[in-house]
């Protein structure tokens, strides 16, 4: 029943340009499909190389002098790498923390700059992943904000019109995801950020589901700041550290709320009181992440040797191929998609619908094809461009339809 489109699949396969970096990657054996690139990216075979040498060289070897001669300056270097894949000019973006702890920090410091009182209100949408939510709601709790939400439609995610609706001079600060988590509705964050700043309020946007898969534009876009996780499509492994965004023309404005020595002017004087370091460094609080920054530079590698409009048109060759294949497999069983099929809307991953995906998706898990489940009975697919196949693609939506043909 499949044959067209396994000989479609092996086409696409066999004339994908990026199918050199596939090796890259870690095999998974006894795992025939892993369409979970976009909540964690599979690790790069370089990585044991790179712990290895960073052993015995700047750790083992060059011992504390290591901080001067390159970690002091790690967060800023990486940051800057991640930068150029989101539209950022140097300078601008730090590399710490986690993504709940660096919008708590950006989000508490855009508040604490807001100096109009009628300022009372946090816009953010009903949709938007959990932990920005609830950053969100504690931020408001502890200053006396309200919360107002847009609800996004289902399949869908926060658009310009939702948001001139509701922004008003009461709007301290808004925050969305640029690609939903759940849909993989890819927001229009100029005209979105434009619309947030004619009510005078400021913009922020989490980057997690777009970095290294959708090229962003946030300087021409004026987003005053963002974050974002490392370890979905920039594969830097479970828990690493984020990427934080502060406009240059916040800097030495904004303040934090977590001082730590590392964010603080000549932090080695280990003076009394303090006082923030200049520009972005003191957005820092504690000792950086630079062990757990080894696999995120190791990808970033691979990343700016692929390009991302190379890596962005194949995301998009996929979840074309995923559509293809759930039109003709999964729909005549029942299943719907909930994300957007125009591709200038489309992040990258796809989200169908179902009674029973829940439990089919265990049954999945077991037999070493990967996809992930959301609540309500949404199954996300989600191929990573550098990491997946067209055929892999086909063998995880075949194996659903299996599933399928027994369940009622
Ligand atoms: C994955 C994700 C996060 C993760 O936050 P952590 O602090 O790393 O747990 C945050 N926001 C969005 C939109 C995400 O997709």
Same mark, same amino acid.
Not at 197 to 205: K, R, T
């Given at each position: 029943?499949?044959?067209?489109?396994?000989?479609?699949?092996?086409?696409?396969?066999?004339?994908?340009?990026?199918?050199?970096?596939?090796?890259?990657?870690?095999?998974?054996?006894?795992?025939?499909?892993?369409?979970?690139?976009?909540?964690?990216?599979?690790?790069?075979?370089?990585?044991?190389?790179?712990?290895?040498?960073?052993?015995?060289?700047?750790?083992?070897?060059?011992?504390?002098?290591?901080?001067?001669?390159?970690?002091?300056?790690?967060?800023?270097?990486?940051?800057?790498?991640?930068?150029?894949?989101?539209?950022?000019?140097?300078?601008?973006?730090?590399?710490?923390?986690?993504?709940?702890?660096?919008?708590?920090?950006?989000?508490?410091?855009?508040?604490?700059?807001?100096?109009?009182?009628?300022?009372?209100?946090?816009?953010?949408?009903?949709?938007?992943?959990?932990?920005?939510?609830?950053?969100?709601?504690?931020?408001?709790?502890?200053?006396?904000?309200?919360?107002?939400?847009?609800?996004?439609?289902?399949?869908?995610?926060?658009?310009?019109?939702?948001?001139?609706?509701?922004?008003?001079?009461?709007?301290?600060?808004?925050?969305?995801?640029?690609? #939903?988590? %759940? !849909?993989?509705? *890819? $927001?229009?964050?100029?005209?979105?950020? /434009?619309? &947030?700043? @004619?009510?005078?309020?400021?913009?922020?946007?989490?980057?997690?589901?777009?970095?290294?898969?959708?090229?962003?534009?946030?300087?021409?876009?004026?987003?005053?700041?963002?974050?974002?996780?490392?370890?979905?499509?920039?594969?830097?492994?479970?828990?690493?550290?984020?990427?934080?965004?502060?406009?240059?023309?916040?800097?030495?404005?904004?303040?934090?709320?977590?001082?730590?020595?590392?964010?603080?002017?000549?932090?080695?004087?280990?003076?009394?009181?303090?006082?923030?370091?200049?520009?972005?460094?003191?957005?820092?609080?504690?000792?950086?992440?630079?062990?757990?920054?080894?696999?995120?530079?190791?990808?970033?590698?691979?990343?700016?040797?692929?390009?991302?409009? #190379?890596? %962005? !048109?194949?995301? *998009? $060759?996929?979840?074309?191929?995923?559509? /293809?294949? &759930?039109? @003709?497999?999964?729909?005549?069983?029942?299943?719907?998609?909930?994300?957007?099929?125009?591709?200038?809307?489309?992040?990258?991953?796809?989200?169908?619908?179902?009674?029973?995906?829940?439990?089919?998706?265990?049954?999945?898990?077991?037999?070493?094809?990967?996809?992930?489940?959301?609540?309500?009975?949404?199954?996300?697919?989600?191929?990573?461009?550098?990491?997946?196949?067209?055929?892999?693609?086909?063998?995880?939506?075949?194996?659903?339809?299996?599933?399928?043909?027994?369940?009622?």
């Amino acid at each position: 029943m499949t044959s067209g489109l396994r000989t479609v699949a092996s086409r696409l396969d066999a004339e994908d340009e990026l199918a050199w970096y596939l090796n890259g990657f870690i095999a998974a054996p006894g795992v025939s499909a892993y369409l979970d690139g976009n909540s964690l990216g599979r690790p790069l075979r370089a990585n044991w190389e790179r712990f290895v040498e960073f052993t015995s060289g700047p750790w083992g070897t060059r011992l504390i002098r290591s901080w001067d001669e390159e970690w002091l300056q790690l967060p800023f270097e990486v940051g800057d790498r991640i930068g150029s894949l989101i539209g950022a000019a140097p300078g601008q973006c730090v590399v710490a923390d986690s993504t709940t702890v660096l919008l708590y920090k950006l989000a508490a410091a855009a508040l604490s700059a807001c100096d109009d009182p009628g300022r009372d209100e946090i816009l953010l949408d009903s949709d938007n992943f959990p932990t920005d939510r609830y950053v969100l709601e504690g931020l408001a709790e502890d200053r006396g904000l309200q919360l107002r939400f847009i609800e996004p439609e289902f399949d869908a995610g926060v658009t310009v019109e939702q948001v001139r609706a509701q922004v008003s001079e009461r709007t301290a600060l808004a925050l969305f995801s640029s690609v #939903a988590y %759940r !849909s993989g509705y *890819l $927001a229009d964050m100029a005209a979105i950020s /434009s619309a &947030v700043h @004619e009510a005078g309020a400021v913009i922020g946007w989490d980057l997690s589901h777009s970095v290294g898969v959708v090229k962003t534009e946030l300087d021409s876009a004026g987003a005053d700041f963002a974050v974002g996780c490392t370890y979905k499509y920039l594969n830097g492994g479970p828990g690493s550290p984020a990427f934080g965004y502060l406009a240059s023309r916040h800097h030495d404005r904004w303040q934090q709320p977590i001082w730590g020595w590392m964010g603080r002017r000549d932090p080695f004087t280990m003076g009394p009181g303090y006082q923030p370091a200049d520009g972005l460094r003191s957005l820092l609080s504690g000792t950086p992440p630079i062990l757990a920054m080894l696999p995120l530079i190791v990808s970033l590698d691979l990343i700016e040797m692929a390009g991302l409009p #190379a890596i %962005r !048109s194949k995301s *998009l $060759a996929l979840t074309d191929f995923v559509l /293809s294949c &759930v039109d @003709e497999l999964l729909v005549p069983h029942g299943v719907a998609v909930r994300s957007p099929r125009e591709a200038s809307r489309r992040g990258g991953h796809i989200t169908v619908q179902r009674k029973g995906f829940r439990e089919i998706n265990g049954r999945l898990w077991e037999c070493g094809v990967i996809c992930d489940y959301r609540e309500p009975q949404c199954l996300r697919l989600g191929p990573s461009p550098l990491s997946t196949t067209f055929g892999e693609v086909l063998t995880a939506v075949e194996a659903i339809a299996e599933e399928l043909v027994d369940y009622r």
